[in-house]
């Protein structure tokens, strides 16, 4: 089973407050549920929020670095997994003639990633 990423925080997340380590000085810092960045008071660093998903078995908030895989779960040790959104690209290039003058088609397929 795949989580999903929360698009928009519901009321309840939008009052919760999360806490970090600055990446500068190591103060602790609290910033408010779903930014991307919170920048130190003190030595203006700024650090990068872990993103958010729900445990795709017992629903729990999650919290998980930027560019993982997989998270687990450290209520029900279920291993929620992060695929990446894959998109296929066709391009048909312009007509070619081969050796014997025949009109020859040029088509180039690929695979896009874009992670979560």
């Known amino acids: ?17 999360c806490q970090l380590y600055c990446g500068g000085c190591g103060t602790l810092l609290v910033y408010p549920y779903g930014s991307n960045h919170v920048r130190c008071a003190l030595c203006s660093f700024v650090t990068n929020a872990p993103a958010h998903l729900n445990c795709g078995s017992c629903g729990l ?5 930027a560019g993982a895989h997989a998270v687990k779960c450290s209520s029900c040790q279920f291993i929620t997994c992060l695929a990446p959104q ?31």
Request: glycine share 6%; proline share 8%; net charge negative.
């Open 1 to 17: 089973m795949s989580g999903t990423l929360i698009p928009y925080p519901t009321q309840q997340q939008q009052q919760q407050q």
């Open 86 to 116: 894959t998109q296929t690209v066709i391009v048909e290039n312009p007509m070619t003639l081969d050796d014997s003058g025949q009109l020859v088609s040029s088509v180039a397929v690929g695979i896009t990633t874009k992670h979560a």
């Open 61 to 65: 908030l999650l919290m998980y670095p």
